[in-house]
């Protein structure tokens, strides 16, 4: 846990934050290093992807079939909802009322995504 947040410090200064919150193309992209390790002969890595987000998902379709094909990977998302906008869509995502399907209607695997509003356990 020391390494993710001296990570995040030092990234922290470095960032410029900004909308719309697409979320499917980081998902993209660690599924990609998730996909590439499943071909090695050791497979001994397993990506936990978390994402801060302070924002409504605006590319909700793209995001749902990202983790649709991600859930066949070893890999996990941990969305931490950050103030006071409406996260309904990462409950959603978050699968504990159901099964998570594709635009298409493919279901997710494995549940590999959870939701956390921030405001719940900020104190």
């Given at each position: 846990i020391q390494g993710v947040v001296e990570a995040y410090q030092s990234c922290l200064p470095k960032?410029?934050?900004?909308?719309p919150t697409n979320i499917a193309p980081i998902i993209q992209k660690v599924a990609k290093s998730a996909s590439e390790e499943?071909?090695?002969k050791e497979a001994s890595q397993y990506f936990i992807l978390l994402i801060l987000t302070d924002g409504v998902i605006?590319?909700?379709a793209d995001t749902r079939e990202a983790i649709v094909h991600a859930s066949h990977l070893?890999?996990?998302?941990?969305?931490?909802?950050?103030g006071n906008a409406d996260f309904s869509d990462m409950q959603m995502l978050d699968g504990d009322d159901g099964i998570l399907r594709s635009p298409k209607g493919e279901?997710?695997?494995?549940d590999i995504v959870q939701f956390v509003p921030f405001r719940?356990?900020?104190h």
């Open positions: 960032l410029q934050l900004y909308g499943t071909n090695t605006t590319d909700m070893p890999m996990s998302v941990i969305i931490v909802g950050v279901p997710v695997l494995r719940n356990f900020k």
